[in-house]
């Protein structure tokens, strides 16, 4: 076994250095994009179970908060999908 076949060419290693720094960069931005989803598959409490009930409009949301936590303004209501709760 020849020691100069175990050495890696500098442009081979250049190569995969930008590889990697290419997959770190792509993983962020994917993690970033589906931040979201991500988030729905791992925590129980933003599923809501669908109900039978109307939809509750902004305004009572902003006078419920109003009411609870009168030191916080309300600056919108999202509503997302019918089984995520209101944010």
């Known amino acids: 076994m020849n020691i100069e076949n175990l050495q890696v060419p500098p442009r081979r290693l250049l190569g995969l250095t930008s590889a990697f720094i290419v997959f770190v960069v792509s993983l ?8 979201g989803e991500i988030k729905d598959a791992l925590k129980a409490c933003r599923k809501v179970e669908k109900q039978k009930k109307a ?14 936590r009168p030191e916080l303004q309300v600056i919108g209501i999202i509503y997302v999908n019918k089984d995520r709760s209101a944010r």
């Open 55 to 68: 939809v509750v409009l902004p305004s009572k949301w902003s006078s419920i908060v109003q009411k609870l």
């Open 28 to 35: 962020a931005g994917c993690i970033s994009i589906f931040q």
